[in-house]
């Protein structure tokens, strides 16, 4: 099953959205924001798109720069600063089985579905 991890109010996400929607498959649509993800859910997700904690950061967000821009924090720090904070991970992120990708831009969702 596919899934997207979206934000409505992110125009990125909704161009992805509209990409899977236009696929005619089937898939899940997670609103982060709404339901806050688990550590063991970040830590799977981190896994499938093959990237660390701090590739996943939105660093121009208001959030990162008051609160974290400058420090050295670990893997599990980041990941908690992502359960504090959805808004700063980046967005959408489109995972099809044992794939994922950040859909920047959202014609890169094509490739895994």
């Known amino acids: 099953m596919i899934k997207i ?3 409505p109010r992110c125009g990125k996400s909704r161009e ?3 990409i899977l929607e236009a696929s ?3 898939f899940e649509v997670i609103k982060y924001l709404d339901q806050p993800l688990s550590k063991k859910e970040l830590q799977e997700i981190l896994k499938l798109l093959k990237i ?8 121009n967000e208001a959030i990162w720069k008051q609160h974290y821009k400058g420090q050295t924090l670990t893997e599990d720090e980041l990941i908690q600063a992502f359960i504090t904070h959805p808004k700063l991970i980046e967005r959408p992120i489109v ?3 044992n794939k ?4 920047r831009p959202p014609e ?3 490739n895994i579905i």
């Open 100 to 103: 994922a990708i950040i859909g």
């Open 16 to 18: 992805g959205l509209a």
């Open 108 to 110: 890169a969702i094509k």
């Open 24 to 26: 005619g498959k089937e």
């Open 52 to 59: 660390p904690a701090l590739s996943l950061i939105r660093k």
């Open 95 to 97: 995972i099809n089985n």
């Open 5 to 7: 991890y979206h934000n």
